[in-house]
């Protein structure tokens, strides 16, 4: 069983990314806020983190090039709304590996999220 | 079918078609007392231009002996062409027309002049009550093919999502307001940033775009107004929740 991280703060795309992600097989571990991510990264290692950008207390800039310094292999998908294009290359430039908009099709999260599992 | 009713938060819209100047003012005074809107046309074309510009009434109240149509053929033309799900009184004096039943059944039901208010308030309220139950626009303010998409179809899952909106976009919405206050407009574009996926989930249109704007472009200015809108849509879709299903308790 592989170990997904979500950093994310909307209630509901939590529970649909929980709903979605379990039901595909994948343990999943939900941070609402940078704070509370940033404990998990501390603590465990993750097959692969999906994060927004826009966070509490610890931006998703911020994690990222935390997760990039100390688990360069862990895949990163982002989480973005359609006006986020410029951060969205940000993070591309940061190394983030994907992004998916939310509120994402299930399909197409099963797939990204397939592909990279598969990859690690 | 489009469904042209749109105003009962407002109190609703009566479309009158009537050419009796006394009667016009009878039901213009009834109108009045009940706070309904109130828009009179003189034939039942000029309604029909009107539906075709607006789109919006919750009932039309007409005359069986409007020219060129008369009401039945005028309720026919608004519900078969238009394709309004329109509910039609149709106002007759103390002798009716006689009809036959095909056409009576173009109208919901017949109101007898001279206007008077205990009657003509009942009838009228009595349609208004029906209106949740055969309206599709009950739904307008939401959808759920997302939710039901994303949940498999798992009903108590879509049902604890729409819980979760209506708690968690309620408390962001007071935020909102908190931010305001403390003209805090970084925050109030995070906090709009945040909740745009839950009115996107529900697919309503308005509270996206109100967030998008308040999240990009809204200059501060705007903000008040902006955030003012959202708050009546997000309360529209609370009280459509509400009303559609009343078990899950989201009024509180």
């Given at each position: 069983m592989k170990r997904i991280l979500v950093i994310e703060d909307n209630p509901m795309v939590i529970k649909s990314l929980e709903f979605k992600l379990t039901k595909d097989g994948h343990e999943v571990l939900i941070a609402k806020d940078g704070r509370e991510a940033m404990k998990f990264l501390k603590e465990a290692n993750f097959d692969l983190i999906l994060t927004d950008?826009?966070?509490?207390?610890?931006?998703g800039k911020e994690l990222i090039s935390y997760i990039k310094k100390n688990s360069p292999k862990t895949p990163i998908i982002v989480l973005s709304t359609s006006t986020q294009e410029n951060i969205i290359m940000d993070a591309f430039n940061m190394g983030v590996d994907d992004f998916i908009t939310k509120p994402f099709s299930p399909n197409e999260l099963s797939l990204r999220v397939k592909r990279f599992l598969n990859k690690a | 079918m489009k469904n042209p009713n749109a105003s009962l938060q407002a109190g609703p819209t009566i479309l009158l078609v009537e050419s009796n100047i006394t009667e016009k003012e009878n039901f213009a005074h009834i109108a009045l007392q009940q706070g309904w809107q109130l828009v009179i046309c003189n034939s039942g074309i000029d309604a029909i231009h009107w539906f075709n510009k607006?789109?919006?009434?919750?009932i039309l109240v007409i005359e069986?002996?409007?020219?060129?149509?008369?009401g039945y053929q005028t309720a026919d033309y608004i519900k078969t062409e238009l394709g309004l799900m329109l509910p039609v009184l149709i106002t007759v004096g103390t002798v009716p027309t006689p009809q036959e039943l095909r056409v009576i059944t173009y109208a919901e039901g017949v109101i007898k002049k001279p206007f008077i208010k205990s009657t003509s308030v009942l009838q009228i309220n009595e349609i208004l009550k029906r209106l949740p139950e055969k309206s599709?626009?009950?739904?307008d303010c939401y959808s759920l093919n997302y939710l039901r998409d994303i949940f498999d179809g798992h009903e108590e899952s879509v049902f604890e999502s729409l819980k979760l909106f209506s708690t968690s976009v309620n408390t962001e919405l007071e935020q909102l307001n908190i931010e305001l206050q403390d003209k805090d407009f970084n925050r109030i574009r995070e906090i709009a940033h945040s909740i745009k996926p839950s009115f996107e989930m529900l697919e309503n249109e308005t509270g996206r775009s109100i967030c998008h704007l308040l999240n990009s472009e809204a200059e501060e200015t705007k903000m008040p107004g902006l955030i003012h809108d959202l708050q009546l849509e997000f309360a529209s879709i609370k009280k459509q929740l509400t009303r559609d299903f009343p078990d899950l308790k989201i009024g509180g």
């Open positions: 950008l826009m966070l509490p207390f610890v931006t | 607006t789109n919006k009434a919750d069986e002996n409007s020219t060129p149509l008369n599709p626009a009950q739904t």
